[in-house]
Nanobody, 124 residues
Framework: QRVEAGGGVVQHGASLKLTCAVS????????YGWFRQAAGSAREGSPC????????GYDDAVKGLFTISRDNRKNFLYLQMNSLKPEDTAVYYC???????????????????WGQGTQVTVSS
């Protein structure tokens, strides 16, 4: 189970840090990804983090602006978002992925469905 938090309403250029509380005995062994879904758009995934902490798959829209991290002792996943833009407005979700960070297969089978997410709204 995963619970996202940390969203809010911010101005263009602001920063936010999203959190995702993950549960389960083996949570620290899984690969996770952040996703976002803007109104009227498909859900899109980026970035992804392996159990070792290796960052994978920042797409051009978030590269250099967003940073994924994890704390395996606390069972938390994070997304630091800097220099936010109005086009970053979306509901943000976290999910367990396979080890290849295949966003299209998220959530990884057997790891539940999408949570409620956390709303991020960036005003211009």
């Amino acid at each position: 189970q995963r619970v996202e938090a940390g969203g809010g309403v911010v101005q263009h250029g602001a920063s936010l840090k999203l959190t995702c509380a993950v549960s389960g005995f083996a949570a620290r062994f899984y690969t996770y990804g952040w996703f976002r879904q803007a109104a009227g758009s498909a859900r899109e995934g980026s970035p992804c983090i392996a159990s070792t902490g290796e960052h994978i798959g920042y797409d051009d829209a978030v590269k250099g602006l967003f940073t994924i991290s994890r704390d395996n002792r606390k069972n938390f996943l994070y997304l630091q978002m800097n220099s936010l833009k109005p086009e970053d407005t979306a509901v943000y979700y976290c999910a367990v992925l396979d080890d290849k960070c295949d966003y299209a297969l998220a959530p990884r089978p057997g790891f539940g469905s999408w949570g409620q997410g956390t709303q991020v709204t960036v005003s211009s």
